[in-house]
């Protein structure tokens, strides 16, 4: 069973919105701190925002402002919405542990494609 599930991902005009969701097949969200990291083509994956215990948020210089994690520990859910997207946030979106990626957690990721 996989662990984690993204979805949410699609192909959006600059200046659109979409809303990324990270499905947990159990029940750690409660304990454990999750980010959103991304990969744009032919780079090494980065974190772009994480959320961890009291809900105290991080978020890397080029997506703050624009982006908001947040999570729903009854429904095991981790989301980022992301507003006014640009080309350079093209790439595609995985949840995961932080500090640390537990390397078996990696799950599909979601594609979003920012373009006009």
């Known amino acids: 069973q996989v662990p984690l599930v993204e979805s949410g991902g699609g192909l959006v005009q600059p200046g659109g919105s979409l809303r990324l969701s990270c499905a947990a097949s159990r029940d750690f969200f409660k304990i454990t701190s999750m980010g959103w990291y991304r990969q744009p083509p032919g780079t090494q994956r980065e974190l772009v925002a994480d959320?961890?215990?009291?809900?105290?948020?991080n978020y890397a210089e080029s997506v703050k402002g624009r982006f908001t994690i947040s999570r729903d520990s009854v429904k095991n859910m981790v989301y980022l919405q992301m507003n006014s997207l640009k080309p350079e946030d093209t790439a595609a979106y995985y949840c995961?542990?932080?500090?640390?990626?537990?390397?078996?957690?990696w799950g599909q990721g979601t594609q979003v494609t920012v373009s006009s």
């Open positions: 959320i961890r215990a009291g809900d105290i948020t």
């Open positions: 995961n542990t932080v500090p640390d990626p537990v390397s078996s957690f």
